[in-house]
């Protein structure tokens, strides 16, 4: 697990999502590690909160897995 991919994780903890510890991978889909449509809002609020940054709509709704979310994170904030 990357640094990356701690991020992520702690962002889901922090906004006590709860997801499948066991099947994580930065590059399942949300849902398949069990986070749905409503959790997936409040990791990009928590993570706008914590980075102060902000995600279009459309730009959220195109990200579907933690890999996608962290590299637009990085994209953001550089």
Do not use: C, H, W
Not at 1 to 7: A, E, F, V, Y
Not at 12 to 19: N, R, T, W
Request: a negative charge.
């Amino acid at each position: 697990m990357t640094m990356n991919d701690q991020r992520i994780i702690d962002a889901l903890q922090g906004a006590a999502i709860d997801y499948d510890g066991e099947k994580f991978s930065p590059d399942l889909r949300f849902r398949d590690i069990g986070i749905d449509s409503l959790d997936v809002m409040s990791l990009f609020l928590a993570i706008e909160e914590k980075y102060g940054v902000k995600f279009a709509v459309t730009e959220a709704d195109a990200i579907k897995t933690p890999a996608e979310l962290s590299r637009a994170l990085d994209r953001k904030l550089s």
